[in-house]
Nanobody, 120 residues
Framework: QVQLVESGGGLVQPGGSLRLSCAAS????????MGWYRQAPGKQRELVAR???????NYADFVKGRFTISRDNAKHTVYLQMNSLKPEDTAVYYC??????????????WGQGTQVTVSS
């Protein structure tokens, strides 16, 4: 069984920064791609950033140049450094982790979500 634990959300003023973390725990698996999504009230969940197992990244246009995704494979953890935050970045942020089991089955797991609020 795989568990994801997110942390790092909170309230920040416009222009501020936050760093989100998502750690995977469990055994008998390897991690494939990892990513961050967000969902604002009344809107669909959308991709923010994604990083593959070899470190390739892609970002949504609305965060390019402001957010940076990274991963620590030894810690099974993915990070999202968010700078120059805007009120429109306010949302619940979810991590998504692709898992490959020892039997070569692939699954996606979602974190519980962490609230990010950008407001003065």
């Amino acid at each position: 069984q795989v568990q994801l634990v997110e942390s790092g959300g909170g309230l920040v003023q416009p222009g501020g920064s936050l760093r989100l973390s998502c750690a995977a725990s469990g055994s008998g698996f390897s991690i494939n791609a990892m990513g961050w999504y967000r969902q604002a009230p009344g809107k669909q969940r959308e991709l923010v950033a994604r990083i593959t197992s070899d470190g390739s990244t892609n970002y949504a246009d609305f965060v390019k140049g402001r957010f940076t995704i990274s991963r620590d494979n030894a810690k099974h953890t993915v990070y999202l450094q968010m700078n120059s935050l805007k009120p429109e970045d306010t949302a619940v942020y979810y991590c998504k982790v692709g898992i490959i089991t020892t039997m070569k089955y692939a699954y996606d797991y979602w974190g519980q979500g962490t609230q990010v609020t950008v407001s003065s």
